[in-house]
């Protein structure tokens, strides 16, 4: 049976999990479309609720779970984005505990403090899973996971990355506790270059908002490091920046 109308209650219930963040957290569910983005969320064994597929657009394989076929009209409805595959899927929500994280001797982590907009956190989550992070971790966050956006941005890299959420305190407690290298991104022209910094080693490094910086929790808790430019321009975007670091990381590790 194919739904076709919008007032059909699965359609009303996948469009609350998309817009209502309350919603999808009190239901411990979340939503993932496109083809690539569903194909990585079953590849680390994010536990599939059902699907909802537009056979004209979609021309994969049938998922072997709970499948409801939409017309066209419907899956324009319910998905948010233009061209996705024909694919949505509905997932249970993992928890993650920041003392669960067991860190390899050489293992580099970033840390992002108050990041609020999803896009963000979905390009940074891209570029840690690209250059090999061992975990992202966000600190006094504002920014819901599995809100579509981050998944969207990410290109399903959120469900292959090492990703945790904890208060400052907590976050800087973990990183002394486990011998981490700190290094903070405050601004100060005395600060050493990131190329000068030994990343073959456990190291963090933080980040603040584009607004604001780090906030003053941090001030005197790590080595300051900046990325050296040459512009007229004194700071870069942060998933720009957060990029660089780790591409930085990367090639420190294999040279």
Known sequence: MIIESFQNEKIKYITKLLTDNRFRKKAEVFVVEGQQENERALKH????????????????????????????KVYEKIAYRGTSEGIIGVYKTKESDLNDFKPKKDSTVIVVEGVEKPGNLGAIL???????????IVADGKTDFYNPNVIRSSVGCLFGMEIFQAENNDVYKFLQENG??????????????????????????????????????????GQNTLIPMSG??????????????????????RS
């Not at 840690?128 to 975990?135: K, P, S």
């Not at 190329?195 to 604001?212: I, N, P, W």
């Not at 942060?238 to 780790?246: E, F």
């Open 232 to 253: 007229s321009i004194d700071s870069l975007n942060l998933s720009n920046a957060v990029a660089i670091t780790c591409y930085e990381t990367l090639k420190q590790k």
């Open 180 to 221: 981490f290298s700190i290094y903070t991104t405050i601004m100060d022209e005395s600060s050493d270059d990131l190329y000068k910094r030994d990343f073959t080693k456990r190291s963090a490094v933080l980040f603040g908002t584009e607004h604001s910086g780090l906030s003053e929790f941090w001030n005197g808790k």
């Open 126 to 136: 891209r570029s840690c899973e690209a250059f090999g992070i061992d975990a992202l």
């Open 45 to 72: 064994n994010f536990e599939p609720v059902e699907f909802y597929i537009c056979e004209n657009i979609f021309k994969g394989k049938l998922p072997s779970e709970k499948t409801h076929l939409v017309n066209d």
